[in-house]
């Protein structure tokens, strides 16, 4: 979603910024823009499309002062009037999040804006504070912003009043800034987005940082100076190698036994014993939970969902899987004892996530999390530690790896769990030694990639879908059918197989698909059987995945997965799901890495 990246220091500006929103674009975006500042007059070129089409070159490159935006549309459509940066009177400006009240903040200060954008009024309240009621930069973005709701992460700057400064203020949308050598800052919303230096700075909410004449000053918003605590943190950079795929989506599907591996590594022993040392949890609060919440958006909630059974079944307590962006407003929950609530995310800046867990973690629930991005906000927020997954940068907007190494670290933090609360040790041990498999068992399931292209060329011109799973595969089914959802556009519904007969068998007839999960243990594959019986009779077309076909021929398709029992059996199911989305996807001539209308991180409410 939108990024930010700005510079205050000696060097060009321009290719700082421009290198910096580079790193930003796998994030998803629209249109993208860079602004300058040179001789008390700004310089900028915004551009619909991608990064490589703001034209650098027509801005000066001895500027030492400029900020730049890649935008994912909220507030008015795709144009480059949209495109950020925006420029109200003195005042330019990127702004991550969403101001709410844009409208009234627009009728009270009577302006009149050029775009549909909330980014554009803001620019506004602080030129008119500043002009009208004579107040610097920073004073005048904080009173503006002291009037917005919602959320931001704002860079501002105002070159004809104030040539040599760059305001950055924060509350909701991270805004990160890297303290490089002589006396240069580099303001982002990621910390990926900074190559220069590890060497950085947090912005809390409520903060605002003042860059002028070479230096950094951070101020609260009652203009109280703050102390600074500088952080080394190692981040991954993104690379624009294929490795020979054709996709991002394509190569990460094939990276999962090294990235599972990774997950793994120095967590599980060989004997199949957990060894984690992220969870902050006390013997104590381990030994006393009631309950266990899992948290987050799309895939992330899917990988809770998938996990949950096997840890009811290990820790004999409720697992509990919600939507961040409904979690929230469940107060009771919200309130629960003896209780630890798991945030899950790829990205750590999903902002429905963030906005759950900061309120859980207000109402005293001890927070944790399960996330990919190293010094993202979740990681950094959370109260009690967490897992990170070290499967490496997922640029594909459809989310492969992080999934598969979420179920896993969610596996090994129910099985550390189980070990410390005394449980079996032989279930746990069995679970250890299970996982330690997965790697084998998803690289054996990647031989299948060629006959996975077939069995998709020739499923890819159903519109519709179902993808029916029973018991632990009912949410291997929704991650399964979301994948081929957003990567493909065709419609795909995930049920649990036995509700099909309760309503959605309505739509059955030979022109809908319905791609039905095996399950491996006995009575559950007798009654998918029945299931698929049902679809057949209504002449509706079956393709079957798992280790063995329906009964009687009744498949028109199958994709035989390996028999891995039943701790990952959904893993490698998921495998071959992602490869039948990606070969949809892929005979339909989609853009499979950058899908219509998505971004890879959803970093508004
Ligand atoms: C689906 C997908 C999204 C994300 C969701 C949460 O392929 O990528 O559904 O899973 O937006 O993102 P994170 O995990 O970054 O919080």
């Not at 503006?144 to 400064?165: D, F, I, M, N, R």
């Not at 910390?191 to 230096?215: H, R």
């Amino acid at each position: 979603m939108c990024g930010i990246v700005g510079y205050a220091g000696t060097k060009g500006a321009k290719d700082v910024i421009y290198s910096g929103l580079k790193q930003l674009e796998y994030r998803g975006y629209d249109s993208a823009g860079v602004l300058v500042v040179e001789d008390g007059k700004i310089h900028i070129d915004k551009e619909v499309g991608t990064v490589n089409k703001v034209d650098i070159t027509s801005l000066p490159g001895t500027s030492g002062l400029g900020i730049g935006h890649t935008r994912w549309a909220t507030h008015g459509g795709v144009t480059k009037d949209n495109a950020h940066p925006h420029t109200y009177g003195n005042v330019s400006l990127v702004h991550n999040g969403i101001i709410e009240n844009y409208e009234d903040l627009k009728n009270r200060y009577e302006l009149t804006t050029v775009s549909e954008t909330d980014s554009e009024v803001l620019a506004g309240v602080i030129d008119y504070k500043m002009t009208t009621d004579n107040y610097s930069l920073r004073e005048a973005t904080v009173r503006a912003l002291s009037e917005c709701q919602g959320t931001y992460g704002v860079l501002a700057v105002a070159p004809a009043k104030e040539p040599g400064t760059l305001v950055a203020a924060r509350s909701g949308s991270p805004i990160v800034i890297g303290v490089g050598a002589d006396k240069e800052y580099i303001i982002a919303s990621d910390p990926s987005a900074i190559l220069t230096t590890n060497k950085m700075v947090f912005l809390s909410d409520g903060e605002i940082a003042e860059f002028k004449n070479g230096t950094m000053q951070v101020y609260d918003f009652a203009s109280k100076p703050k102390d600074i605590t500088e952080e080394t943190v190692e981040t991954e950079k993104s690379s624009d190698d294929l490795k020979g795929f054709d996709t991002y989506m394509h190569k990460e599907i094939f990276e999962q036994p090294d990235t599972l591996k990774e997950t793994m590594r120095g967590r599980i022993l060989s004997e199949g014993k957990f060894n984690l040392g992220g969870p902050n949890l006390t013997n104590e609060q381990i030994k006393s939970l009631k309950s266990i919440f899992i948290i987050g958006c799309g895939t992330a909630f899917y990988a809770g969902q998938s996990v949950k059974y096997a840890l009811e079944e290990l820790l004999d307590i409720p697992v509990v899987v919600e939507y961040a962006s409904e979690f929230r407003y469940r107060h009771a929950a919200l309130e629960a004892d003896n209780s630890v609530a798991i945030f899950m995310s790829q990205s750590g800046e999903t902002a429905d996530t963030l906005a759950a867990e900061s309120e859980a973690r207000r109402r005293g629930m001890p927070t944790m999390g399960i996330v990919n991005s190293v010094g993202s906000t979740l990681a950094r927020s959370v109260s009690h530690g967490g897992i990170y997954l070290h499967a490496g940068i997922e640029k594909s907007v459809a989310s492969t790896k992080a999934y598969s190494s979420m179920v896993v670290a969610l596996l090994m933090f129910g099985g550390f769990l189980a070990e410390k609360r005394g449980l079996p040790l032989s279930d746990v041990r069995q679970l250890g030694t299970d996982l330690l498999d997965t790697p084998r068992e998803i690289a054996s399931m990647l031989e299948s990639f060629e006959d996975i292209m077939t069995v998709a060329s020739e499923v890819s011109g159903f519109s519709n879908c179902f993808v029916l799973g029973r018991d632990t595969l009912y949410p291997v089914a929704l991650e399964g059918a979301l994948k081929i959802t957003e990567v493909s556009y065709m419609h795909a519904q995930a049920l649990p197989t036995g509700e099909m007969k309760h309503g959605p068998i309505a739509l059955i007839d030979e022109n809908h698909l319905s791609i039905v999960l095996m399950p491996e243990d006995k009575l559950m594959y007798e009654k998918t059987c029945s299931g698929i019986q049902e679809i057949r009779a209504r002449n509706g077309k079956v393709l079957t995945v798992g280790s063995r076909p329906a009964k009687g021929g009744l498949s028109d398709w199958h994709i035989p997965t390996p028999m891995t029992g039943k701790n990952i059996s959904g893993l490698v199911i998921n495998c071959a799901l992602q490869q039948l989305a990606y070969g949809i996807a892929n005979s339909l001539g989609r853009n499979i890495d950058r899908p219509r209308n998505l971004a890879k991180s959803v970093t508004v409410e």
